[in-house]
């Protein structure tokens, strides 16, 4: 069974960090890209940052730019987001996503076929 | 960014009804377009990706349709299982965006 697992979320105050991790099994984790998708209180769902099945691009969303890094190592089969700055608007449950693709030629088609449970980060004074 | 809109924002509808939520982009996005079902306190399902193809498991009651900037997700025959909300998501291009959720009540 495909299966992804995140840990590392908590409570903290603004300014401070965290470091979620997503642990994968059941797949070859090195044949995927991989996202980080939020989801505030009460609110809709907001794609974090990407990273490719190699770790050598990946791509952030403007509210986080600069403040967090996404990595993965793939000996683990492991998919990190170090959280830096956090800001009481960074509250939110964090899933772990594949993003899965089918080619078309000439296109790639991408989706997000498999989340995990997701991990709550609570910024807060 | 792409924005992505979906109409309406939440309906009522009853068991048996047939379901319509639309999904605009705010520019063309080909058919780079998947749909996500969502229920309180859960991960999101992948239901429906490339704009018409239903996910492995997903009840055929489900379809797809659009290309450029207007899509759809319709349920021919509502059941139970089926209140939730609903999200299209664009991969045209990154920031990958969602639009902002149908929340489907009874």
């Known amino acids: 069974e495909v299966q992804l697992v995140e840990s590392g979320g908590g409570v903290t105050r603004p300014g401070g960090s965290l470091r979620l991790s997503c642990a994968a099994s059941g797949l070859n984790f090195d044949d995927y890209d991989m996202n980080w998708v939020r989801q505030a209180p009460g609110r809709g769902l907001e794609w974090v940052a990407g990273v490719n099945r190699i770790g050598g691009s990946s791509g952030y969303a403007d509210s986080v730019k600069g403040r967090f890094t996404i990595s993965r190592d793939n000996l683990r089969k492991s998919l990190y987001l170090q959280m830096d700055s956090l800001r009481a608007e960074d509250t939110a449950v964090y899933f772990c996503?594949?993003?899965?693709?089918?080619?078309?030629?000439?296109?790639?088609?991408?989706?997000?076929?498999?989340w995990g449970k997701g991990t709550t980060v609570t910024v807060s004074s | 960014d792409i924005q992505m809109t979906q109409s309406p924002s939440s309906l009522s509808a009853s068991v048996g009804d047939r379901v319509t939520i639309t999904c605009r982009a705010s520019?063309?996005?080909?058919?780079?377009l998947n749909w996500y079902q969502q229920k309180p306190g859960k991960a999101p399902n992948l239901l429906i990706y490339?704009?018409?193809n239903l996910q492995n498991g997903v009840p055929s009651r489900f379809s797809g349709t659009g290309s450029g900037t207007d899509f759809s997700l319709t349920i021919s025959s509502l059941q139970p299982a089926d209140f939730a909300t609903y999200y299209c998501?664009?991969?045209?291009?990154?920031?990958?965006?969602f639009g902002q959720g149908t929340k489907v009540e009874i």
């Open positions: 490339v704009t018409t």
């Open positions: 998501q664009q991969s045209y291009s990154f920031p990958r965006t």
């Open positions: 520019q063309n996005i080909s058919n780079f």
């Open positions: 996503t594949r993003e899965n693709q089918e080619h078309r030629w000439p296109h790639f088609f991408y989706y997000m076929d498999v």
